[in-house]
């Protein structure tokens, strides 16, 4: 075997072990980002859930003629004991978020009859360049 033979040998060796551990790295990043795209949907899932628990108490609450009076959007970042709802803010949220949170939480009501009204509870955040939204819809009835 010439000497010149075995450099070349050893160089390709090392460009293609370089490759393999170039692409395990992209891979292992890929996954860590997706890892936490996953957690970030499901915190605001439980965001949108929790929403949703308020708004069915508010109706039980308010009795069905107030329950649905109210349609359009309204910001719901906020829903501690203090807030009802016929207190809630209107509109959209804005940059306005949920207490030490990175995610808006915000309701979108829809009269269907005079006996239904659908309820659809979005949380949003910011996943890179994008806008991401999780959302949880029901449909509430008088009865």
């Known amino acids: 075997m010439k000497t010149g ?3 070349v040998e050893v160089i390709i ?8 551990i170039l692409g395990l790295v992209q891979v292992a ?6 890892a936490g795209a996953a ?3 499901a915190q605001a899932t439980a965001y949108a859930m929790e929403g949703m628990e308020w708004v069915t108490g508010q109706k039980y609450t ?7 009076g109210k349609t359009g959007t309204w910001c719901l970042n906020d829903v501690e004991a203090a807030v009802t709802w ?10 306005d978020v949920i207490s030490g949170t990175e995610y808006t939480r915000y309701m979108t009501l ?14 949003s955040w910011q996943e890179g360049a994008r806008t991401a939204i ?7 009835t008088t009865y």
Do not use: M, Y
């Open 5 to 7: 033979q075995a450099i």
């Open 13 to 20: 060796a090392f460009a293609v072990a370089t490759i393999a």
């Open 29 to 34: 990043t890929k996954s860590v980002a997706n």
């Open 39 to 41: 957690k970030r949907a």
């Open 62 to 68: 308010v009795g069905w003629a107030d329950f649905w």
């Open 86 to 95: 016929l207190s809630l803010p209107g509109g959209n949220c804005g940059s």
């Open 110 to 123: 829809a009269q269907v009859s005079s006996d239904e009204t659908d309820v659809t509870v979005s949380v």
């Open 134 to 140: 999780e959302s949880q819809t029901s449909k509430f």
